[in-house]
């Protein structure tokens, strides 16, 4: 009796077992990859499936919701030689499991490594101020640059976002010296430019006074010229007018000398009998 009891015991957990076995229930939002006998079966979606026991496993649980990955930062070398800093994340999402689980051994890693890859490829043809200006062409020729072997691999990448693209430290301090040199550079040039203007319009300053004092002279030398002319017409003698205009500015240069503020002597010159005849004409004889 108790071997009977044994025997009954066992057959119900043998049937135990193998009902749960043979019943799985799969969870929204993911898909499982059934093989029998080590050949790939079928699929078990969302819900209650049922499989049959000791002949069929469940070889992969793949999860059909987006995933998040991260693409770790990364030194890459641009085309003018410039070493700057980038990282990315990718949100990938699971479309055929049969071609992730088995097109790829880890298709969340392939894929990092693909988006590293493609992302060195595309920031080494553009220059360093091109590369930190175009995160959306980036990011646009990266997510077309892995479609196709994404698509290969069961995923389709829905987006690609550069977190961040920056030069490195040593480029960094490079770009503020270079950056200091030039504002250095603008400086200079303006002083220069400035100097230069002043010294231009100094000389056209020069160069005006000098107009103008010649065309004082010029206009003193005729009036003294029509002085003497009408002098001379009044007169009539042709060198008494030129001793009378030139003996009048002689006593005026002396009045303004003996008019100075530190003016004590008066010096009367030793020709002052004919520096007067010029003023009141020679006597009459």
Known sequence: MNAGLIVIVAILVFAIVTVAKGVRIVAQGEEWIVERLGKYNGTLHPGLNIIIPYLDRVAYKVVTKDMILDVDEQEVITRDNAVILTNAVAFVKVTDPVKAVYGVTNFAEAIRNLIMTSLRSIVGEMDLDQALSSRDKIKARLRESISDEAVDWGLTVKSVEIQDIKPSESMQRSMEQQASAERERK????????????????????????????????????????AIRRVSVTIGERQTPMLYLLGEKYISALNRLGEGPNSRIVVLPADLQDALKGVFGKPRT
């Open 187 to 226: 400086a200079m040039v303006t002083r220069a430019e400035g100097e230069k203007q002043a010294m231009i319009l100094a000389a056209e300053a020069r160069l005006e006074s000098a107009k103008r004092d010649a065309a004082a002279q010029v206009t003193l030398a005729e009036a003294s010229a029509e």
